[in-house]
């Protein structure tokens, strides 16, 4: 069964930092990975998806990257502001001969001003 | 808009009373599913479709009812809700080759007293 790891469960750091979110899965075969966001109670909202056949993806200050062969993804947040807290989430599509979708327990990120 | 429609947002229900939570999609997406959240144990399927008429448990099925009569609709059924239901419920969407990636809904935010 695919499992998904995410270190660690709570981050804080001072606005403006750099900052890296990290996920881990167990089973390499995955067709993508998605990062999502979510706010306290509320939806998750969709950040970035990376597919298989891809190393990274960039919007505005987040970047993502994948690498299958270690089972790690990374998820860079540049010039973090107050806003960007939030729980971070990543899930992998398929591993373990499965087409569902895994998700890490998430990373609780506090950005203090 | 593409999105993921649930309802209600909130809901307080006495043990027993039968209940239903809509989810509808407007994307013409083939698979869908439901997610339960708790505190610790992270997200959690339930029930998924792969299309209209086709329907499997997910890792925590247990009290849970689903139907997919139309493709766009996927309602969640408790016909017998116990406190330990008490969660946060998030329905979901996606193309059948999972390529673009999930859609969530808001959220239902359900209290079993």
């Known amino acids: 069964k695919q499992e998904v790891t995410q270190i660690p469960a709570a981050l804080s750091v001072p606005e403006g930092e750099n900052l890296v979110l990290n996920c881990s899965f167990t089973d390499s075969a995955i067709y993508n990975l998605q990062w999502f966001r979510q706010d306290p109670g509320k939806g998750l909202t969709s950040l970035l998806l990376i597919q298989s056949s891809q190393r990274e993806q960039t919007s505005g200050r987040l970047n993502a990257s994948l690498d299958k062969s270690s089972g790690r993804s990374t998820l860079y947040i540049a010039a973090s502001q107050p806003g960007d807290s939030a729980t971070y989430l990543c899930a992998a599509l398929g591993g373990a001969g499965s087409y569902q979708l895994t998700f890490g327990k998430g990373t609780k990120l506090s950005v203090i001003p | 808009e593409a999105q993921v429609t649930q309802n209600p947002r909130y809901l307080i229900t006495v043990t027993g009373k039968k209940l239903t939570v809509t989810c509808s999609q407007n994307?013409?997406?083939?698979?869908m599913s439901w997610y339960r959240q708790d505190p610790g144990l992270g997200l959690r399927q339930i029930y998924y479709?792969?299309?209209?008429?086709?329907?499997d448990k997910g890792d925590v099925p247990e009290g849970y009812k689903v139907s997919r009569k139309e493709k766009r609709n996927f309602p969640l059924i408790l016909e017998s809700p116990s406190p330990n239901q008490t969660s946060l419920y998030f329905c979901?969407?996606?193309?059948?080759?999972?390529?673009?990636?999930?859609?969530f809904g808001s959220g239902t935010r359900l209290t079993v007293v």
């Open positions: 994307m013409n997406h083939e698979y």
């Open positions: 479709s792969m299309n209209v008429e086709v329907t």
């Open positions: 979901a969407s996606r193309s059948s080759t999972g390529m673009d990636g999930y859609t």
